[in-house]
């Protein structure tokens, strides 16, 4: 059953878990040209160079003086002219005219050829038309530099190598970044997102651990670590992730096919034969012995939705009701066990559990499903959702 699922999903999934590059793909300016500062500011008045020459003017020191100031003039002036090309190039990339802002970005080059910030932004630029090879160029000028925005070019770099389907480069130029860059999570994000690529999951969980531990609040990391997790047959893990995920992103592109990815692994393993009869089959992933007691348990409350008792709930009381029953038994089983997935995850849910904020947060999250009764719970009950929001801003994860 889950390999016949997957195989019928899996195109469905891929489509949208391609999204998850965005972040990385659309490359963000390197500052918004609205708040950049222009070198128009600058000036060549003379008051910085109030000089005293003890009264023993001469001319060689008034020539010196002259030569100094009109260097100093001229440098800002190329400045001036160089940012003024950069923003005319931001302007027309912004409006989708990649080959504009090329022409822009050249001219910037022709006043400084080293320019890091000319550099990127033609490097983004040549990304965006597909043209890889020189995206690496000019990202490789960036890097060399050592100046600014080096990380931003080594991711631009990594991806550019990807999208080659050189992806053996991409992880060596990720790999190298993150000794220069250790606290950037996109470089591990990245890494993680090749290493899914290549089917090396294990790299990938680890990357994507990394990435979650610098921003927590990195929807992708989530998302893909989800992935990552499902590929592996670890579904209580990938569950937690996915949760996660649904909770920073609960509307948009990437949200339904997650929620279904959600649901999927939550009702894996239990098929109802009859009215009197229901199936549960755990997975023999050894890896997940860790998390079979949680498992168990999952079937279990799946199951369970057949009960009498439970026939006049709706389905998103039963979701509320049994995320609840999930997170506190996961919480209970966190007393024998650590790591990064039982402090982490575990740590997280117990405590929005213990906080009584799973029935907002379990409604928050099934938003992707377009039903009337969940919008219309969550306007009733403002004050239980503004709660949640206040306890997320205000916990400090643990790792």
């Known amino acids: 059953m889950y390999k016949c699922f997957l195989a019928k999903a899996k195109k469905k999934w891929a489509k949208h878990l391609n999204l998850c590059r965005s972040p990385c793909v659309s490359f963000p300016k390197v500052e918004p040209i609205k708040n950049r500062k222009s070198t128009s500011s600058y000036s060549c008045a003379f008051s910085f160079l109030n000089l005293t ?37 931001v302007k027309l990339y912004d409006n989708g005219d990649y080959k504009g802002a090329i022409e822009q970005y050249k001219k910037a080059l022709q006043v400084d050829k080293k320019s890091p910030l000319a550099n990127y932004e033609i490097s983004s630029t040549y990304f965006a038309l597909k043209d890889y090879e020189k995206a690496i160029e000019h990202s490789d000028y960036v890097i060399s530099a050592k100046s600014n925005y080096i990380d931003q070019a080594y991711i631009l770099k990594g991806t550019a190598f990807d999208m080659l389907g050189k992806s053996k480069e991409a992880i060596k130029t990720y790999e190298k970044a993150i000794k220069e860059f250790p606290n950037n999570h996109l470089l591990y994000y990245n890494l993680g997102y090749t290493s899914y690529s290549l089917k090396e999951y294990k790299d990938a969980e680890l ?22 997790m499902s590929e592996q047959g670890n579904r209580v893990k990938s569950l937690l992730a996915l949760y996660n995920f649904l909770l920073l992103e609960p509307n948009g592109n990437r949200t339904k096919a997650a929620y279904e990815l959600l649901d999927f692994e939550l009702k894996k393993g239990v098929k109802k ?18 998390f079979r007691a949680a498992e168990l348990m999952l079937s279990l409350l799946e199951a369970s939705k057949n009960l009498e008792e439970n026939e006049k709930k709706t389905e998103y009381e039963l ?21 990064f997935w039982w402090n982490y995850y575990v740590d997280f849910f117990y405590s929005m559990t213990n906080d009584k904020h799973i029935e907002a947060f379990s409604y928050y999250i099934t938003q992707s499903k377009e039903d009337e009764k969940i919008f219309i719970w969550l306007k009733d009950n403002k004050d239980k959702v503004e709660a949640l929001s206040k306890w997320y801003s205000n916990y400090n994860r643990k790792f």
């Open 319 to 339: 979701f509320a009701d049994n995320t609840k029953s999930f997170f506190s038994v996961l919480g209970e089983l966190k007393k024998d066990n650590k790591g």
């Open 53 to 89: 020459l003890n009264g023993n003017n001469n001319e060689k020191n008034i020539k010196t003086i002259l030569i100094f100031t009109l260097f100093i003039c001229k440098a800002f002036g190329q400045n001036n002219e160089l940012q003024n090309f950069v923003d005319q190039g």
């Open 207 to 228: 990357a994507l651990q990394n990435s979650l531990k610098i921003k927590p609040s990195h929807a992708s990391s989530h998302l893909l670590l989800g992935y990552v």
């Open 273 to 290: 034969e009859n009215e009197k009869s229901t199936t549960i089959t755990l997975s023999d992933n050894k890896e997940s012995d860790e």
